[in-house]
Each structure stands twice: as structure tokens, then as C-alpha cells.
């Protein structure tokens, strides 16, 4: 996470943890709706959210970072991310279980991913930082898909 010594995120839960992303790759911030379903797409692929008229491709981040798929509630939100990606802009809309809010945090909280001793897929993590009520997973979104991800998502998007 580079830039000044403060950065804008938008914190969000996926079960019980809580994650964050930069604020300035957050386009908006939509109630949940049902995606359109696309066939024979990766698991974690929901479909296409409908967004003024704009087929955003649309993904359960739960799915993607390996935890199990829930059912939407009230708070489910999906979260419209512009992901800047080797010369081109990536728009996803990240299904998540509910935002919480939009803060500040000192980039000297914000340690390195934790070594647990045994490779796990960890490349999707910035770092992380402890808040009061627990430690908050900074995702670095142009990690989180790996190549052949982005390539089929960014097909879906053109076909839209």
C-alpha cells in the first residue's frame, strides 16, 4: 500500500471478518439484486448486475477467497470496484455480506500478511491491522484474480 501515511478504505464483512479496500477504487455501493446468471463460468462468477444500463460483471468474494456462499440478507451489498489492471480498468462488483464503513487508517497500523508457518493462498492480502474489536484483512484487489480469471471475466464484461 503505497501513497501517503493515511489511506481511505471502505471496510466491509464477510462472515465474521472484516476486510477493506481502498475507497478510491470503489465505484458505488448497491443494495443487492440477483445477477443474470452466465453458464459455465467460475464457481465464485454470480453473473451480470445491471448497473444504468451496463452489464457489471459480478463475483461472491466469498466464494473467491476460498470461504463457503451464503444466502443474501437484508445487509448484502455489492460492492461496484474499478480494478486497474495492466494498462486497462477491470469494473466487479463484489458481492459482500455488509459494508461497514468508510475510515482512515495510518499506513503504520497496517502490518504484512501473518506467516503461519505453511503456504496458504495469502497473495490477495495488502496487510492487515488491529482495530479494538478485531483485525481488519486489507485486500489488494489487483492480486485477489489470477490471470485466467481476469481474462474470462474481462470477456464477460466485453459480451455485455
Do not use: C
Request: charged share 20%; net charge negative; no cysteine.
Amino acid at each position: 500500500m503505497s501513497g501517503g501515511s493515511e489511506v481511505q478504505v471502505v471496510t466491509f464483512g464477510l462472515a465474521a471478518e472484516t476486510f477493506a479496500i481502498p475507497v478510491a477504487l470503489v465505484r458505488e455501493i448497491l443494495d443487492y439484486r440477483e445477477p443474470f446468471r452466465i453458464p459455465n463460468g467460475p464457481g465464485f462468477l454470480l453473473g451480470l448486475t445491471d448497473l444504468r444500463g451496463e452489464g457489471v460483471t459480478t463475483v461472491d468474494l466469498r466464494l473467491r477467497l476460498g470461504m463457503t456462499s451464503a444466502e443474501p440478507s437484508l445487509s448484502t451489498r455489492i460492492l461496484v470496484v474499478d480494478v486497474p489492471l495492466e494498462g486497462r480498468v477491470l469494473t466487479l462488483g463484489l458481492v459482500v455480506d455488509r459494508v461497514l464503513d468508510v475510515s482512515t487508517v495510518d499506513r503504520s497500523q497496517i502490518g504484512p500478511a501473518p506467516d503461519v508457518g505453511m503456504h496458504w493462498e495469502s497473495d490477495y492480502i495488502a496487510g492487515v491491522a488491529k482495530r479494538a474489536d478485531g483485525f481488519v484483512v486489507f485486500i489488494d484487489m489487483e492480486r485477489i484474480f489470477s490471470a485466467t480469471d481476469v481474462d474470462s471475466l474481462s470477456s464477460l464484461a466485453t459480451a455485455a
